[in-house]
């Protein structure tokens, strides 16, 4: 199998899986946006609204009303600056980390009783594996990486 059959597969593997995380959701959870935000603040700490943004791969327009949406809510607090007042910087409330955890939680019930259908050892390949999709995920890839033939 070459390295597009595996990427294909890969992919077609965790975009099923993604659909069926969003299905286990509650009503009235957050958006995707939203839980892209609250996820960037709980892992990185505080940041500009560029940084944010740059970090999900949108322009900082795109989740302006994102980042007013939840601060209204009270999940995020925004704050001027210390090196530059006219630039403000975010940072995860605690009603806002909990809010993520609830989220994720109901997700989480969810996988945990899929994964009680596999074995120990399919378990562990796919903890393994969710680590590599982590780094996957901050990749930096090259247009000329990309133009290589993948089959090497």
């Known amino acids: 199998m070459d390295q597009l059959s595996r990427a294909a597969q890969i992919r077609r593997g965790i975009m099923r899986l993604n659909r069926r995380l969003r299905q286990e959701r509650g009503d009235g959870g957050l958006s995707p946006n939203q839980l892209g935000v609250l996820g960037h603040l709980r892992r990185h700490g505080p940041a500009t609204p560029g940084e944010v943004a740059a970090a999900e791969r949108q322009r900082p327009q795109s989740l302006t009303r994102v980042f007013a949406e939840l601060e209204a809510d009270g999940l995020i607090a925004r704050e001027p600056g210390t ?17 993520l955890e609830r989220d994720m939680a109901e997700r989480d019930v969810w996988l945990a009783a899929a994964l009680g259908t596999l074995s120990e050892t399919e378990r ?26 993948p089959g090497n």
């Open 124 to 149: 562990e390949v796919l903890r393994l594996a969710g680590a590599l999709m982590d780094r996957l995920a901050d990749a930096e890839v090259s247009e000329a990486d990309r133009t290589t033939d």
């Open 83 to 99: 090196a530059d007042r006219r630039q403000s910087v975010l940072t995860l409330t605690a009603e806002g980390r909990r809010a």
